[in-house]
């Protein structure tokens, strides 16, 4: 555990000594993998289907804040569509505008939410969002994880029905619809990622010791459950080990995350109690674990100093062995 604190009382001073360069980096990385995405999963205009216009976009978006990035990745996807159909661009630009203009602008840090649940899902990280949502978030923040499934589910039904239909009409809009609102994997992860959410969020509010701990692994092993139950009752078709390794993996980082943001030392709980003219308090204290990083201090030696010593040095080594013969 002290190499672990050691180890993040590094990064915290890197990142404040770096902290405007760091900024920029994400920034870009965060770009680059929404557009890249973007472009792997609906990318039939193959005009913007490159490296190089997903570098340029990603070195853009290092000027843009979440709510900003989160519209102009909107408008990549829009303009992918319209390539294919133009009414179909319409509909879903239309969605985008109802869900920046009435949700994301007001509310631009959990645009970041809405770009991590359509990124991480085909990865299978997607079920440590909910957790750390619940971690530092309150339930509202539902309601961006939402969004982000609903996003990924309707883009994975326009890709499906343009592979198999040539029809740019109102009939290919027609047919996404449908194929999204018959989507039963989609309310599933709707109903288990808000449950886990709140699950999360009411229990890491308890007064008990490693709260925090509890209140991932509660999150980790109700997400477990709670899909394979549900699989269950409805026949979902769902990959046991990729689920269960992402599982596990998205609960590690979330630790993690909850380590780098907050360490606490339950062992020196401190409860105390005080008054005032019209309460009577009962205070449970919990120190932050925190450890100096070490630090090194190299001492230089000038080397021509040191050959001149080395004269004198030698007669005094001379002279204390002839005084230990005598």
Not at 129 to 139: A, F, S, Y
Request: net charge positive; charged share 15%.
């Amino acid at each position: 555990m002290t190499q672990l604190l050691v180890f993040r009382e590094h990064l915290q001073k890197f990142y404040q000594k770096y902290t405007s360069f760091l900024n920029l980096l994400f920034r870009f990385l965060i770009g680059f993998i929404a557009f890249s995405s973007v472009n792997r999963m609906i990318g039939y205009h193959t005009m913007f289907n490159r490296i190089s216009v997903e570098l340029l976009l990603a070195a853009g978006s290092m000027l843009m804040s979440g709510s900003v990035l989160l519209f102009f990745t909107a408008g990549f996807c829009v303009v992918h569509i319209f390539y294919v159909s133009r009414v179909l661009a319409m509909v879903i630009a239309v969605i985008f505008l109802i869900i920046y203009f009435g949700y994301a602008k007001f509310v631009p840090k959990h645009a970041y939410i809405i770009f991590a649940v359509p990124i991480a899902i085909p990865l299978h990280i997607a079920y440590g969002i909910p957790i750390i949502v619940g971690l530092v978030m309150t339930p509202v923040a539902i309601v961006p994880i939402s969004f982000g499934v609903g996003i990924y589910y309707f883009l994975q039904a326009v890709k499906s029905v343009v592979s198999v239909s040539n029809d740019s009409s109102i009939n290919l809009y027609q047919a996404v619809l449908q194929q999204f609102f018959a989507c039963r994997e989609m309310y599933v992860m709707l109903v288990v990622f808000a449950l886990v959410t709140i699950i999360v969020y009411i229990l890491r509010n308890r007064e008990w010791d490693f709260v925090f701990e509890i209140a991932i692994i509660a999150g980790a092993v109700s997400n477990i459950i709670l899909f394979l139950v549900i699989n269950y009752l409805f026949n979902i078709d769902m990959k046991a080990i990729p689920f269960l390794m992402g599982t596990v993996c998205s609960a590690l980082g979330a630790w993690f995350v909850q380590f780098m943001r907050l360490a606490l030392n339950y062992a020196g709980v401190e409860n105390l109690q005080f008054e005032d003219e019209e309460y009577y308090y009962y205070v449970r204290a919990v120190p932050k674990m925190n450890v100096a990083a070490p630090s090194k201090r190299v001492k230089r030696i000038n080397a021509r100093h040191f050959s001149e010593r080395m004269p004198s040095l030698k007669e005094e080594k001379d002279k204390t062995k002839n005084l230990d013969e005598n």
